[in-house]
Every structure is written in structure tokens, then in C-alpha cells.
């Protein structure tokens, strides 16, 4: 058993709503959808590929003026390969970013999230703790992942740690300069044991409010090793 692996970064979409589309993928594959906007609101899903996705956790609605950011997070696997985009309209605000990314090697039923932690900022800064949580099994892939409201598509996030994860980095960095603007950024990595992860931290060029929200992905158990543990057993 090993854990799961990411595999593509679909492009980054939207300005009031979004309709973001699924970067290359097979059967199977978990889809993670990253929504922000400026301030917490309900989202409406619609579209062909609008069904199927389960909020990871709950939306991080962090504070800072017109720099304000809140960030969504949910998981849908695929039926096949070509999916369809989800259309997210917020019920208001200043602006709707969204983007799909996918992951391989998670388990093949049920929910693929172990566990998630989440917290957001009180005020604009540009100091980054996304919090870990406690694991029930071994072999995740650790997924963090922060957004900043700064109106601009210059990167804003650098240098991330957790010294919990081996193979730890950021994997990406999205943003768009419309309305207040906002992004977000991706780091993943492996934590094989069970039990508690800790928190990732990293830092903003512009001070500004987050969302910040991590969770353990569940790897495939492979047959074979199912088979085996069954004989030993015997």
C-alpha cells in the first residue's frame, strides 16, 4: 500500500461565477475543486458536471478588508474520462475563482478523506498556518492548501514547511486580478504513520485575509494484500 499521488493542475477559472474544467484524468481519479470568493456565501452547483461534489470540511472565511478571501473544498470522484465542469455561482459578492486538480491512488470507494482541520485569519497578514490534524490509518497524502484575497496574479505564497511530511512542497499557485482578486496555493506530501500531522506554515508577499484548510487523503488497499493478511490469518 502506498499513498496517493497528485496528478494534474486544471487551469484556474471564473470572475462573478465559475466554470472550471477538469485537466486530464481516468476512472477513478479524485477530483479536488478549490472555490474562493471574498466572503463566506452559499454556492450554487449547476452545469452538466455540477452533481457528485461533497464539501471537504467546512468553508475558512478569512477576514482583512478588501482582501478579504474564503475558501471552499470538495471532492468528487470520476465516472469516466471526460468529465464534465461544474458551473459555482455564489449567492453574492465580489467575485468567484475556481480550479479542479486531481489525485490518483486513492481508495475506491466511499469518501477518499481521512481527516480535515481548517481555520482562517481574524485580520489581514501575511504569516500562513494551515492546520494539521490526526490521522486514522498510515500512508496519506497530506493536502494544504491556503488562499489570500490580494488583488493580483504576481505569486504570493513562499516558502512552505512541515516537517510532519516526507516529500513535502508546494505544488502549485493560482490567482486572478479581477474585482478584489484572490488565489490560492497547493502543497502535498506524504505522511506514513498514524497519527497526528502538524500545522504547514509558509509566508505572504501582501498582507492579506485567508482560508486555510488541510486533509489526509486514503491510498487503494491492493487486493493482494488484502489476500494475504486473510492467509496469514489462517
Known amino acids: 500500500m502506498s499513498a496517493p499521488a497528485r496528478q494534474a493542475t486544471g487551469a484556474i477559472a471564473g470572475t462573478t461565477s465559475a466554470s472550471p474544467v477538469w485537466p486530464t484524468h481516468v476512472a477513478d481519479d479524485v477530483g479536488l475543486l478549490i472555490v474562493e470568493t471574498e466572503t463566506l456565501q452559499a454556492l450554487t452547483f ?3 458536471g455540477g452533481s457528485g461534489w461533497t464539501q471537504i470540511g467546512t468553508a475558512q472565511a478569512g477576514l482583512g478588508g478588501s482582501h478579504g478571501s474564503t475558501l471552499y473544498l470538495y471532492w468528487k470522484r470520476a465516472a469516466s474520462g471526460a468529465e464534465a465542469s461544474p458551473v459555482i455561482t455564489p449567492a453574492a459578492g465580489d467575485h468567484c475563482f475556481a480550479q479542479i486538480v486531481t489525485f490518483r491512488g486513492c481508495v475506491a470507494s466511499g ?3 481521512d481527516v480535515t482541520a481548517g481555520d482562517a485569519t481574524l485580520a489581514a497578514s501575511t504569516s500562513v498556518t494551515i492546520p494539521g490534524a490526526t490521522t486514522t490509518g498510515p500512508d496519506r497524502l497530506v493536502v ?6 490580494t488583488d ?4 504570493q505564497f513562499s516558502a512552505f514547511a512541515n516537517s510532519s511530511l516526507s516529500d513535502f512542497s508546494q505544488w ?3 490567482r486572478r486580478s479581477f474585482a478584489d482578486g484572490g488565489g490560492w496555493a497547493v502543497a502535498t506530501g506524504g505522511f506514513l504513520g498514524t497519527g497526528t500531522y502538524g ?5 505572504l508577499a501582501s ?3 485567508q482560508g486555510r484548510i ?7 488497499v491492493v487486493a493482494s494484500l488484502l489476500i494475504g493478511a486473510t492467509a496469514g490469518d489462517e
Do not use: K, M, Q, R
Not at 152 to 155: E, I
Not at 199 to 203: D, G, H, L
Open 46 to 48: 449547476s452545469g452538466a
Open 111 to 113: 469518501d477518499p478523506v
Open 152 to 155: 493580483t496574479t504576481t505569486p
Open 214 to 220: 488541510s486533509f489526509a487523503l486514503i491510498p487503494l
Open 172 to 174: 502549485f499557485e493560482s
Open 199 to 203: 500545522a504547514t506554515t509558509a509566508t
Open 207 to 209: 498582507s492579506a485575509g
Open 144 to 149: 494544504a492548501v491556503g488562499s489570500s484575497g
